[in-house]
């Protein structure tokens, strides 16, 4: 059956709960490669919120320079390590949400599956593997293939258009966690479903109207939000 309709998933917050120890381990290599003294950041400081954005706005700031790319692959490489010991010696901090492993399985046959993420291709696997996640043939696009967040994201459509020989989708929704991935949508005028895993009530969040899911356990209920998905506004 021919695809008409596409889901892309980001991955920390969307698919697994590793936000935080993702935030962890980037500042401890923050610390140990740029500058000792961060402790923390914050999205809406940089102006692209992906690994691979991130780590150029922080040379600049502390060191007023871009990285090399010796420099960019030493960074990657220990941040990596940093994450695999992670998830060795405590993979609590890596579970899948609920329903997360179902539900990329569960789509009908009119349904394609991608996945879009701002962290590095390498991260993103181990974050998958550690919550138990497989992603099966889907595409994956991260910030190993694009700098921007919405470039990320065509970057996943366009190889969902090319697994699935087709021309265009006439659907396409973009499920994420955070303010950058609504406004993201909102840049490429795409529906988007917001999800917090923490917040099981659904108050009105961050993420305000679009804040609709907690879980994917209710997959009817999953999917009525992804076909009634709109696009924000800017």
């Known amino acids: 059956m021919i695809k008409t309709k596409l889901a892309i998933?980001?991955?920390d917050g969307t698919l697994t709960k590793t936000n935080k120890i993702d935030h962890v381990c980037y500042i401890n290599t923050v610390q140990k490669?740029?500058?000792?003294?961060?402790t923390t950041f914050e999205a809406e400081t940089f102006t692209h919120f992906t690994d691979s954005s991130i780590i150029i706005e922080l040379y600049e700031r502390f060191l007023d320079r871009k990285p090399t790319l010796a420099e960019e692959n030493a960074f990657k490489s220990y941040y990596f390590q940093t994450l695999e010991a992670s998830l060795e010696n405590s993979p609590h901090y890596f579970q899948a949400i609920e329903g997360a492993r179902e539900i990329l399985h569960s789509f009908s046959d009119e349904w394609a599956v991608a996945l879009a993420t701002g962290c590095w291709r390498e991260s993103a696997r181990i974050k998958l593997k550690g919550g138990g996640v497989d992603i099966g043939?889907?595409?994956?696009?991260?910030?190993?293939?694009?700098?921007?967040?919405?470039?990320?994201?065509?970057?996943?459509?366009?190889r969902?258009?090319?697994?699935?020989?087709?021309?265009?989708?006439?659907?396409?929704?973009?499920?994420?966690?955070?303010?950058w991935d609504k406004h993201?949508?909102?840049?490429?005028?795409?529906?988007?479903?917001?999800?917090?895993?923490?917040?099981?009530?659904?108050?009105?969040?961050?993420?305000?109207?679009?804040?609709?899911?907690?879980?994917?356990?209710?997959?009817?209920?999953v999917f009525e939000l992804l076909e009634q998905a709109t696009a924000p506004s800017l």
């Open 9 to 11: 998933f980001d991955i």
């Open 33 to 38: 490669f740029i500058d000792k003294s961060l």
């Open 137 to 158: 043939n889907h595409p994956l696009a991260t910030a190993s293939d694009a700098i921007t967040r919405q470039d990320v994201m065509r970057t996943a459509v366009e």
């Open 160 to 179: 969902a258009k090319n697994l699935h020989g087709v021309e265009d989708f006439e659907h396409i929704v973009y499920i994420g966690d955070g303010m």
């Open 184 to 221: 993201s949508c909102a840049d490429l005028k795409m529906p988007f479903v917001g999800i917090d895993s923490e917040n099981h009530a659904l108050q009105t969040g961050a993420l305000g109207a679009f804040h609709l899911l907690a879980n994917y356990t209710d997959v009817k209920g």
